[in-house]
């Protein structure tokens, strides 16, 4: 089983560069978020979707676009990388709707080094 | 503003030896959730806790919830190396609705020696 599959799993960029980092699940959930992490701040929520069609900002969401393509895929879009975007980027997926408490599903992580 | 702190956030252990990993969190919520996660890896989701009271056990590992107190152990029983990873506990931001968005503590970096 998949479960949710991020690429790349590593990536480098210079300053000003875009990029657009993949998700994708196949567990048939309707909500996906991107977190990012970094030492020490444990996980920050940047965006996430609730259902198809349908994205929101998280605590972080500044110098990040997202895309919910359909119901399995979910972009996270960096327009003009900078160095402070430098981390691990964490995608997760979970089934929610009325008495369901599913945890979030993650993927194994983009580490981004932005120079 | 919902935060959520963990103490310790470093935790040192010989193996066989008991502790305990506190959750705060700073408002009312009714959904916490406690995450492992081994060095470069992803999280992988250990308990899920809903109501006060709540005590969930694996292993040598225990958690509960106190919803009063706004508060949640993770509780290691007779350490062994494996468990050694950081450990994250994560509150839902939505109290009495449906799931919402989770705020997690910074983790408790656990290291388990011989």
């Known amino acids: 089983n998949a479960g949710v599959t991020q690429t790349p799993k590593f990536q480098v960029l210079k300053t000003g560069q875009s990029m657009t980092l993949q998700c994708a699940q196949d567990?048939?959930?309707?909500?996906m978020y991107w977190y990012r992490q970094d030492p020490g701040m444990g996980l920050r929520l940047i965006y996430y979707?609730?259902?198809?069609?349908?994205?929101d900002k998280g605590e972080v969401p500044n110098g990040y676009n997202v895309s919910r393509l359909n119901k399995r895929e979910f972009s996270l879009r960096l327009e003009s990388a900078a160095p402070s975007q430098t981390s691990v980027y964490f995608c997760?997926?979970?089934?929610?709707?009325?008495?369901?408490?599913?945890?979030?599903?993650f993927g194994d992580g983009t580490r981004l080094s932005i120079l | 503003e919902l935060k959520v702190e963990q103490n310790p956030l470093f935790l040192s252990m010989q193996e066989g030896k008991n502790y305990t990993i506190y959750c705060n969190y700073s408002?009312?919520?009714?959904?916490l959730y406690w995450y492992r996660q081994d060095p470069g890896k992803s999280l992988e989701s250990l308990f899920v806790?809903?109501?006060?009271?709540a005590v969930k056990q694996e292993g040598r590992l225990m958690a509960s919830l106190d919803t009063k107190a706004r508060l949640s152990t993770l509780h290691i029983t007779a350490a062994v190396h494996d468990l050694s990873a950081t450990y994250f506990c994560?509150?839902?931001?939505?109290?009495?609705?449906?799931?919402?968005?989770?705020?997690f503590g910074k983790g408790t970096k656990l290291s388990v020696k011989p």
């Open positions: 567990m048939n959930h309707n909500s």
């Open positions: 979707s609730a259902s198809e069609g349908t994205t």
């Open positions: 806790l809903l109501s006060n009271g």
């Open positions: 997760a997926s979970n089934r929610i709707h009325t008495g369901a408490n599913q945890p979030q599903h």
């Open positions: 994560a509150v839902d931001s939505n109290y009495g609705g449906s799931q919402g968005n989770l705020i």
């Open positions: 408002t009312t919520s009714d959904r």
